[in-house]
């Protein structure tokens, strides 16, 4: 203890964090449509602390002194308004509770309170999304009042914790001899609710029916004279050690929300026993929406750790891959030691085989999800990119994941990701040896984009990638049920070998090459430095020009994806591309002035970038030229 900790003087009133202000003033507004969801936080904190009592005591035994049935004791009183919860877990100390209780300690909420907009719509929707915690007390109550001590202090170390919710808090030392928590709500007149206990009996079915720890509730008593008994109104079993034929689906669901803290249900989940070599079971939840901080480098993810029974640590990160960052759930093993801690975990080849076999087993459960086209959908639209991610991360189940991947298409008009790889490879043309892509910025530029008119009118089906790190992915995957790749704006493009396609014709013959040579030759000159090459197009039949890069050449999505990170790539000068066919380009060879024909050329330079959806280096040239092309 420091000098200044043990002069803490007796009763302090402290102001809460601005933050946690913010934060009860949201959450007061985004919950009052769910209010009951603060029993389920204030249940689960009690089992926190269950959880942690038990894990110090298993190399302090003494914490457990001779009160080693852990719970939780609920009651109400219907006249006063009050509902209090009472748990035996570890309790806290003078500074915890501070900390605890007054400020946003954890790293992931004070990112999430970066993420607030100041809409209070949106920033409702956004706290759903997020652990409720504590602070959802005042969202019933306009009082809340605790006392705790922590396992290993004296019974004068106890601490009384009170609010109204309103800026302050006062914090005093005062005498308490049983260990734990025991938290008291003074209900608003609107949540008068919670004090009747069929209500509060209720939520703990639904929300707590399968925390490991037993949910106490004193029923109110039947006659004048009888003293009111509390009875154990939850299984208090851990859900993942009981049989899964056994299981309903409607407790699996209701699990799922009390460890991730949501109130939809999961998508899908997997429950399974191994036996044998290692042993652990596993519970694994694909959740029903996104979490705030699934693009952030310090999101919270990971499985719940228990060991044999025992709770060991929330967010195990090292138990599944980052790609399958989204997944939640429980993993309980037979083989680690009791004393595991997250270094050990770095470093261990018991765990290392889990996470191989968790991954696979995410992945199964994610293809399966996938027979659900509606489910599937909404499950890619979600984490669809983050699953792509895989493909760089895990070489060896690249085949798996890229089954899972959906794209965009040219053999319909529907916008959202769709297609299947292998659906694709299903329509491929008698011949086709190749699995053709376009990447663009989004569904329009890549839909209209001049790269494809040569596959529409030989109707081979291209597949249009608009999510900004497709192009990147795409660099990882080489092959697909052993076809190749090709990006359609990279390289030469060579349909010939295509039997089954309606137009064998070249676009462009033989002959109108050969007369464009002169054209294509004033072209490099008058764009000169602009561009890498100049040359006569097989891939266009209505427009005049594209722009192509060499195959190994990143492309705009690159760019972008790598200027994001701070990486500056060097320039890289495009092919242009002329169709000799096109009355423009005709009009173009014809032109004797040669200032006007500079103009023109630079003009249909900068439309093929327009019409990939890139920016032009010098728009006011472009403009400059397009007004004298318009006045001449
Ligand atoms: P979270 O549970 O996600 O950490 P909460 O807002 O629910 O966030 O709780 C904040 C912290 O307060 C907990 O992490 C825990 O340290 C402490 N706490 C809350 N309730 C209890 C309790 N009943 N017993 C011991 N500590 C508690
Ligand atoms: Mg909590």
């Not at 509730?217 to 079993?237: G, I, M, R, S």
């Not at 910025?441 to 494809?452: R, V």
């Given at each position: 203890?420091?000098?200044?900790?043990?002069?803490?003087?007796?009763?302090?009133?402290?102001?809460?964090?601005?933050?946690?202000?913010?934060?009860?003033?949201?959450?007061?507004?985004?919950?009052?449509?769910?209010?009951?969801?603060?029993?389920?936080?204030?249940?689960?904190?009690?089992?926190?602390?269950?959880?942690?009592?038990?894990?110090?005591?298993?190399?302090?035994?003494?914490?457990?002194?001779?009160?080693?049935?852990?719970?939780?004791?609920?009651?109400?009183?219907?006249?006063?308004?009050?509902?209090?919860?009472?748990?035996?877990?570890?309790?806290?100390?003078?500074?915890?509770?501070?900390?605890?209780?007054?400020?946003?300690?954890?790293?992931?909420?004070?990112?999430?309170?970066?993420?607030?907009?100041?809409?209070?719509?949106?920033?409702?929707?956004?706290?759903?999304?997020?652990?409720?915690?504590?602070?959802?007390?005042?969202?019933?109550?306009?009082?809340?009042?605790?006392?705790?001590?922590?396992?290993?202090?004296?019974?004068?170390?106890?601490?009384?914790?009170?609010?109204?919710?309103?800026?302050?808090?006062?914090?005093?030392?005062?005498?308490?001899?049983?260990?734990?928590?025991?938290?008291?709500?003074?209900?608003?007149?609107?949540?008068?609710?919670?004090?009747?206990?069929?209500?509060?009996?209720?939520?703990?079915?639904?929300?707590?029916?399968?925390?490991?720890?037993?949910?106490?509730?004193?029923?109110?008593?039947?006659?004048?004279?009888?003293?009111?008994?509390?009875?154990?109104?939850?299984?208090?079993?851990?859900?993942?050690?009981?049989?899964?034929?056994?299981?309903?689906?409607?407790?699996?669901?209701?699990?799922?929300?009390?460890?991730?803290?949501?109130?939809?249900?999961?998508?899908?989940?997997?429950?399974?026993?191994?036996?044998?070599?290692?042993?652990?079971?596993?519970?694994?939840?694909?959740?029903?929406?996104?979490?705030?901080?699934?693009?952030?480098?310090?999101?919270?993810?990971?499985?719940?750790?228990?060991?044999?029974?025992?709770?060991?640590?929330?967010?195990?990160?090292?138990?599944?891959?980052?790609?399958?960052?989204?997944?939640?759930?429980?993993?309980?093993?037979?083989?680690?030691?009791?004393?595991?801690?997250?270094?050990?975990?770095?470093?261990?080849?018991?765990?290392?085989?889990?996470k191989s076999a968790l991954t696979k087993r995410a992945l199964d459960m994610i293809t399966k999800l996938a027979d659900d086209k509606e489910a599937y959908a909404k499950f890619y639209a979600m984490f669809g990119q983050v699953l792509k991610e895989g493909l760089a991360e895990d070489s060896s189940n690249q085949e798996k994941i890229a089954k899972l991947l959906r794209f965009a298409s040219t053999a319909s008009d529907d916008q959202s990701a769709s297609v299947a790889l292998a659906d694709y490879v299903a329509r491929m043309k008698e011949g086709q040896n190749t699995i053709y892509f376009l990447t663009a910025d989004n569904y329009t530029t890549a839909s209209q984009s001049p790269h494809l008119e040569l596959f529409r009118k030989k109707g081979v089906e291209v597949l249009l990638l608009v999510d900004r790190i497709d192009e990147w992915m795409m660099s990882y995957l080489r092959e697909f049920d052993g076809k190749s790749f090709q990006h359609i704006g990279k390289g030469e493009v060579d349909l010939s070998a295509i039997n089954g396609a309606e137009d064998t014709e070249p676009a462009v013959s033989e002959e109108q090459t050969q007369q464009a040579t002169a054209l294509?030759?004033?072209?490099?000159?008058?764009?000169?430095?602009?561009?890498?090459?100049?040359?006569?197009?097989?891939?266009?039949?209505?427009?005049?020009?594209?722009?192509?890069?060499?195959?190994?050449?990143?492309?705009?999505?690159?760019?972008?994806?790598?200027?994001?990170?701070?990486?500056?790539?060097?320039?890289?000068?495009?092919?242009?591309?002329?169709?000799?066919?096109?009355?423009?380009?005709?009009?173009?060879?014809?032109?004797?002035?040669?200032?006007?024909?500079?103009?023109?050329?630079?003009?249909?330079?900068?439309?093929?970038?327009?019409?990939?959806?890139?920016?032009?280096?010098?728009?006011?040239?472009?403009?400059?030229?397009?007004?004298?092309?318009?006045?001449?």
């Amino acid at each position: 203890m420091t000098m200044q900790e043990s002069l803490a003087p007796q009763k302090e009133t402290m102001g809460f964090q601005t933050e946690v202000s913010k934060l009860l003033h949201l959450m007061i507004h985004s919950l009052y449509s769910n209010p009951e969801i603060f029993l389920r936080e204030l249940i689960s904190n009690a089992s926190d602390a269950a959880d942690k009592l038990r894990f110090e005591a298993l190399s302090r035994q003494e914490l457990l002194a001779d009160d080693a049935e852990l719970g939780i004791w609920i009651d109400v009183d219907q006249d006063a308004g009050t509902l209090t919860l009472r748990d035996n877990g570890i309790g806290m100390s003078r500074d915890e509770v501070i900390q605890n209780l007054g400020t946003i300690a954890r790293s992931g909420t004070s990112e999430f309170m970066k993420n607030l907009t100041g809409d209070e719509k949106k920033d409702s929707q956004l706290i759903g999304q997020f652990g409720v915690g504590f602070y959802s007390a005042f969202v019933v109550a306009d009082k809340v009042v605790l006392t705790t001590r922590r396992a290993d202090t004296t019974a004068a170390e106890g601490v009384r914790w009170e609010s109204e919710g309103t800026g302050e808090f006062s914090v005093e030392t005062i005498e308490q001899v049983a260990r734990g928590t025991t938290i008291t709500l003074h209900l608003r007149e609107a949540s008068r609710e919670f004090a009747d206990s069929w209500r509060v009996r209720n939520i703990i079915h639904k929300y707590a029916e399968h925390i490991a720890l037993p949910v106490h509730l004193k029923a109110p008593a039947e006659k004048e004279d009888e003293v009111a008994a509390y009875e154990v109104v939850n299984q208090a079993k851990a859900l993942w050690s009981r049989p899964r034929t056994e299981i309903k689906d409607d407790e699996y669901k209701a699990f799922y929300k009390h460890i991730a803290h949501d109130f939809e249900d999961p998508l899908t989940w997997s429950h399974n026993k191994v036996e044998g070599k290692l042993e652990y079971t596993s519970l694994l939840y694909v959740p029903g929406r996104a979490p705030f901080d699934l693009y952030q480098r310090e999101g919270v993810r990971g499985l719940k750790l228990y060991v044999q029974r025992v709770f060991i640590m929330d967010d195990a990160e090292q138990f599944m891959p980052l790609y399958l960052r989204f997944i939640k759930g429980v993993i309980d093993s037979n083989d680690l030691p009791l004393n595991v801690s997250r270094e050990l975990l770095q470093s261990s080849d018991v765990i290392d085989s889990m996470k191989s076999a968790l991954t696979k087993r995410a992945l199964d459960m994610i293809t399966k999800l996938a027979d659900d086209k509606e489910a599937y959908a909404k499950f890619y639209a979600m984490f669809g990119q983050v699953l792509k991610e895989g493909l760089a991360e895990d070489s060896s189940n690249q085949e798996k994941i890229a089954k899972l991947l959906r794209f965009a298409s040219t053999a319909s008009d529907d916008q959202s990701a769709s297609v299947a790889l292998a659906d694709y490879v299903a329509r491929m043309k008698e011949g086709q040896n190749t699995i053709y892509f376009l990447t663009a910025d989004n569904y329009t530029t890549a839909s209209q984009s001049p790269h494809l008119e040569l596959f529409r009118k030989k109707g081979v089906e291209v597949l249009l990638l608009v999510d900004r790190i497709d192009e990147w992915m795409m660099s990882y995957l080489r092959e697909f049920d052993g076809k190749s790749f090709q990006h359609i704006g990279k390289g030469e493009v060579d349909l010939s070998a295509i039997n089954g396609a309606e137009d064998t014709e070249p676009a462009v013959s033989e002959e109108q090459t050969q007369q464009a040579t002169a054209l294509v030759e004033r072209l490099k000159q008058s764009l000169g430095e602009r561009v890498k090459e100049v040359r006569v197009t097989n891939r266009l039949s209505e427009s005049p020009t594209c722009l192509v890069l060499d195959a190994f050449d990143p492309g705009l999505q690159m760019r972008q994806l790598m200027e994001a990170a701070g990486q500056k790539l060097p320039d890289v000068k495009p092919i242009l591309e002329i169709n000799p066919t096109h009355s423009l380009i005709n009009q173009l060879a014809n032109e004797g002035d040669e200032a006007r024909f500079a103009d023109l050329a630079a003009v249909l330079l900068d439309q093929a970038a327009l019409a990939e959806g890139g920016q032009l280096e010098d728009p006011a040239a472009y403009v400059r030229r397009i007004q004298r092309l318009l006045q001449a």
